[in-house]
């Protein structure tokens, strides 16, 4: 191992306390002593680095900053969000914030016949599993991703669709496919698929487009333009809120004027 580096302190985001106790980690190669207990992202960040790419929600949410790690003297590569995982010490840290995965390009709206054979035709490869579980052992988002490819394969799009339905789109699944199957892309086309063909329309949604449609809120939308920004704040503190334990579906505001 190399002698002690030099702490860096040229990160905006995480301030230590004085008594932090700071450990290795190595990011591209390279040693840092970060503050234990900070994410992998703080950690980058902490170190003098920049995000470009590779981060975007912060909260788990958005899957841009997938990231491999290893400890050393440890052969096994390991995976997680960089936002979400906390650093160790000894952690050999690379982001891969993209993942050049199959995206095959369709029209939805164009779409005939057997959804089955479509997703045939589009992601051949996914027929091709063998059934490893790498996937799954590899999701961030503990999702059973090798179940919802045997769902697709099986034609079951509606099992699949609502399976796969936490999906950020990190790629780290498809990373790691010995079968180098795009589970992810795959599984979008899917819950497009259930959400445009299978899922039965939603009648209030319909009802609600038209009303936008004929210009029911133009009105309220040129009030609301013509007002200032202070009267906007005032308005938007103001606001009847639903409250956080109300029944689904049941509450309603007092003033129905906009309903
Ligand atoms: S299914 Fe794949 S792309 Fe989706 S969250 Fe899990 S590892 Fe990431
Ligand atoms: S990693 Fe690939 S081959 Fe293995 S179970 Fe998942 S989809 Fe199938
Ligand atoms: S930054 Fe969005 S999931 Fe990590």
């Not at 960089?82 to 390009?105: G, H, K, W, Y």
């Not at 790498?134 to 609502?162: E, F, N």
């Not at 795009?182 to 899922?199: C, D, E, H, N």
């Amino acid at each position: 191992m190399a002698t002690k580096p030099k702490q860096l302190a040229t990160g905006d985001r995480t301030i230590p306390p004085p008594d932090a106790k700071m450990i290795p980690i190595y990011i591209m190669g390279k040693e840092y002593m970060v503050p234990e207990t900070i994410t992998i992202m703080k950690a980058i960040e902490y170190a003098g680095y920049k995000y470009i790419r590779g981060c975007g929600c912060r909260g788990g949410i958005c899957g841009a900053c997938a990231t491999f790690y290893r400890f050393i003297g440890d052969y096994r590569l390991r995976t997680g969000l960089a936002c979400q995982t906390v650093v160790e010490p000894d952690m050999i840290i690379v982001q891969l914030p993209f993942f050049p995965a199959n995206r095959p390009s369709y029209t939805l709206d164009n779409i005939e016949g057997d959804l089955h054979a479509e997703l045939r035709r589009l992601y051949p490869e996914v027929f091709k599993c063998v059934g490893c579980g790498t996937c799954t052992r590899t999701c961030p988002m503990d999702i059973d991703v090798m179940d919802y490819v045997a769902l697709m394969k099986r034609g079951d799009l509606k099992g699949a669709a609502l399976k796969s339905f936490d999906c950020v789109m990190c790629g780290l699944c498809a990373s790691r496919c010995p079968a180098q199957i795009s589970q992810f892309t795959a599984a979008m086309f899917v819950r497009r698929l259930y959400g445009k063909y299978i899922l039965p329309k939603a009648e209030h949604l319909k009802k609600r487009v038209e009303e936008v449609k004929s210009g029911r809120y133009e009105r309220m939308l040129e009030e609301l333009r013509d007002k200032s920004v202070e009267e906007l704040k005032k308005l938007y503190t103001e606001r009847e809120r639903e409250p956080d334990l109300s029944e689904p579906g049941k509450w309603l505001p007092d003033d129905k004027e906009h309903l």
